[in-house]
């Protein structure tokens, strides 16, 4: 037999054998393949990215906690509960949180409440000033309409502080007890700071890209690569999901529309500020096309060697 014959003997047994493969792989096994190692590869993948997400969230909130207990320790802010403040005392306290302010990305503001959740020492907010002069400035009562209940808010005493989230202003705040100079449990300090930061944090720690979004999912958590058409009804539906505990990732929560796949949830949880989750597209875990014809060409290959 001449090499040729051999050669188109060989490449004929190729063409017959590559055809059988084909229709086996099209009638079920790429489905299989699929099925029993795709997805659960792509399963870990958004698992082990969402465990980084969780650590670089944790790291981001205690690291704001022990910010805020810093300034809070500080003798002029210590003194603020003192019926006659010293000019020095006020200025080094107006110094000290707007130093805050500029090390602390997406700081709104902060409020000093007495134990009773009733009168405001202290704030950043311009809207709770009552009445200011050179030597004395009122604020008004907190509990008007738009405050949030002080008692979903209030800090305990020798409590490590808490981070609470505020889905009708999309910011966390955070609530950490507050002593005076003499060493007395007088109220709670409560930082409000934009979801933003955490965004920027998560962005620079490379746990989100350009062009993604982070959306409260009411007060049980934050989700991240949330789609832009629809995230306020995404976050609602997440949250009752999480209502009664984080669900078993991953978790198809939609269906199939005309213009979108279904969307599957991975949650896990934070040490600080409930649950972190992804929200993906079911056909992130669709095998692909150009993977199905290399496989394909690959068996051709090697059946004509």
């Given at each position: ?136 400035t ?39 007890p ?62 009752e ?22 969307l ?17 597209p ?12 290399l ?11």
């Amino acid at each position: 037999m001449t090499v040729g014959q051999k050669a188109s003997l060989s490449l004929l047994f190729a063409v017959v054998l590559f055809a059988a493969f084909a229709v086996a792989a099209f009638s079920g096994l790429f489905d299989l393949v699929e099925s029993r190692f795709y997805n659960p590869t792509i399963s870990r993948s958004y698992d082990k990215s969402l465990g980084e997400a969780v650590k670089a969230s944790d790291s981001y909130h205690s690291l704001n906690l022990e910010r805020f207990k810093a300034v809070l320790g500080t003798d002029a802010v210590m003194r603020s509960f003192l019926p006659n403040m010293s000019a020095e005392d006020a200025f080094n306290r107006a110094n000290a949180f707007g130093k805050l302010q500029t090390e602390t990305t997406g700081l709104a503001g902060l409020r000093l409440v007495d134990s009773a959740g009733k009168r405001i020492h202290f704030s950043t907010f311009p809207e709770d000033i009552q009445k200011q002069s050179q030597t004395e400035t009122i604020y008004r009562n907190y509990g008007d309409s738009g405050d949030r209940p002080f008692d979903e808010l209030v800090a305990p005493e020798n409590s490590d502080g808490r981070v609470i989230l505020d889905p009708q202003s999309n910011r966390f705040i955070y609530s950490l007890p507050f002593k005076d100079s003499f060493g007395v449990y007088r109220g709670s300090a409560l930082f409000y700071v934009s979801q933003n930061g955490l965004v920027s944090h998560l962005l620079r720690s490379g746990q989100m890209s350009v062009g993604e979004q982070a959306v409260l999912a009411g007060d049980k958590g934050v989700i991240l690569k949330v789609p832009q058409v629809g995230s306020e009804a995404l976050a609602a539906h997440v949250a009752e999901v999480w209502r009664d505990g984080l669900s078993a990732s991953p978790l198809t929560i939609t269906e199939a529309t005309d213009t979108s796949p279904p969307l599957v949830l991975f949650s896990k949880a934070t040490k600080l500020a409930g649950g972190l989750g992804y929200i993906v597209p079911s056909s992130s875990f669709a095998f692909p096309a150009s993977m199905k014809w290399l496989l394909l060409g690959s068996f051709f290959v090697t059946a004509y060697l």
